[in-house]
């Protein structure tokens, strides 16, 4: 056992503060690592606020961790001490149902699906917890922290062209943008649609940019039509009908990252025919869509969850090799309470990421 420290809410309504814990040591086939920089994903405050009804508490979130590797198990061969590593959503999975065999464990059906980086094992219903998990408490801890052990096939390699910071966000709102657009086979040429400019917006947009497709960026904000003229794709306010109307037709993709329930109608009728659109951001039921829209032009509305860890090594070198990566805002973890009310405004331009130098503070 090593001690850690690391921000955590203990309840639905309370502030993360600092708590200490033990992380266990590494395993033979598992990898201690150094938290440097993690990722401030929308997801880690509905997890905190318990909006998806499964969260456990103390509830220390993060899922776009990068680290340097300090210790490694018996058994480990693909990282040594010293390399820089990243963990994404995932520190595990059944590995024997078909998707994991299929190298898709984002899609596993094991008992607990994937073991989720933090609140995991991710149950329907948190409340009938029936044990502890591979880490020896009720839920995992997540990357707010300093420093997290995870299985060495579960650990990503971060590529040298990518500052570590900048490499973090990948982890979540790269590859959960990624993967759809790859399963869906997004092309050079296509015309792609990004619904909400926000931290996985801003990846997609770049992600697409960078694939050779056409970007229009939906957005509810003004000041965003600039930013999303700056990084190659054009920008439609929601509210403005008459551009949405030219747009008829006219996209062979889109993504929705807006993260609550909304209405996917008016976006519809601008999906060319036989075509998707991928809702990643809101894991809830969504306003229903007519289906007649639907049926006269064989169109379909899609989920996608996050993406494998093969695919999460793909847009790690996929945004290396293009020299692309998301617009961070570096923050120190105290600052993590103002962060999240700034998310929630829409106000981050366009990821928060904690500089885990600053919990050396809270050590003291
Ligand atoms: P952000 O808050 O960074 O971005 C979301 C953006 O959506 C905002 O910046 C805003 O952009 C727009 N928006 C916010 N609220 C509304 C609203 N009520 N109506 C319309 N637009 C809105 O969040 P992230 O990008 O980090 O995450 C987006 C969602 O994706 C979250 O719900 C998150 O949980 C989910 N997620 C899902 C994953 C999956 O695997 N499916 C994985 C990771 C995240 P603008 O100013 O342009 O309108
Ligand atoms: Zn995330
Ligand atoms: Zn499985």
New binding site residues.
């Given amino acids: 056992m090593t001690q850690a420290v690391g921000y955590a809410a203990q309840h639905s309504f309370s502030r993360l503060k600092p708590i200490t814990f033990e992380r266990d040591d590494p395993k033979a086939r598992e990898v201690d690592i150094e938290i440097l920089y993690c990722g401030v ?3 880690d ?2 997890q905190v606020k318990n909006e998806w009804s499964n969260t456990v508490y103390p509830c220390m979130p993060g899922h776009e961790i990068v680290g340097r590797v300090t210790r490694i198990g018996s058994a480990v061969s693909r990282h040594k001490v010293g390399d820089m590593v990243g963990v994404g ?1 995932m520190v595990d999975s059944c590995r024997a149902c078909e998707p994991c065999r299929s190298h898709e464990e ?1 899609y596993c059906e094991g008992p607990n699906s994937w073991l989720a980086t933090y609140n995991g094992p991710m149950m329907p219903k948190a409340k009938v917890l029936t044990g502890t998990n591979m880490y020896g408490r009720d839920n995992t801890y997540g990357g707010y922290s300093s420093s997290i052990v995870a299985p060495e096939d579960f650990v990503l390699k971060i590529p040298a062209a990518l500052k570590p910071e900048v490499a973090a966000p990948i982890l ?2 790269g590859v ?1 943008t990624y993967s759809p657009m790859k399963h869906w086979g997004v092309k050079s040429g296509d015309h792609v649609g990004i ?8 990846m997609a947009a770049k992600i697409a940019v960078a694939m050779g497709a056409r970007v229009t ?5 003004k000041e ?1 039509l600039e930013e999303a003229r700056r990084l190659g794709a054009e920008g439609v306010l ?1 509210s403005d009908k008459e551009a949405q109307g030219k747009l008829k037709a006219s996209f062979d993709f889109m993504l929705s ?4 329930k ?1 209405d996917l109608n008016p976006f519809m009728p601008m999906l060319k025919r036989d075509r998707t659109i991928v809702v ?4 809830e039921p969504l306003a229903p869509v007519n289906n007649q829209e639907r049926a006269m032009h064989r169109t379909s509305v899609a ?5 494998s860890i093969a695919d999460t090594q793909e847009v790690l070198d996929f945004c290396a090799k293009h020299s692309i990566g998301p617009d961070i805002q570096v923050i120190p973890i105290q600052d993590i309470n103002h962060a999240y009310k700034e ?2 405004n ?1 106000d ?1 331009r ?2 928060y990421v904690i500089d885990m130098a600053s919990l050396k503070q809270e050590e003291a």
């Fill in positions: 994903c929308h997801s405050i509905h959503c984002n979540c709102a959960t619904i909400g400019f926000g931290g996985l917006g801003d960026i939906f957005t509810r904000t965003k929601e990252t807006i993260p609550e909304h990643v951001g809101a894991l989920g996608s969850i996050i993406g998310v929630l829409g981050v366009f990821r």
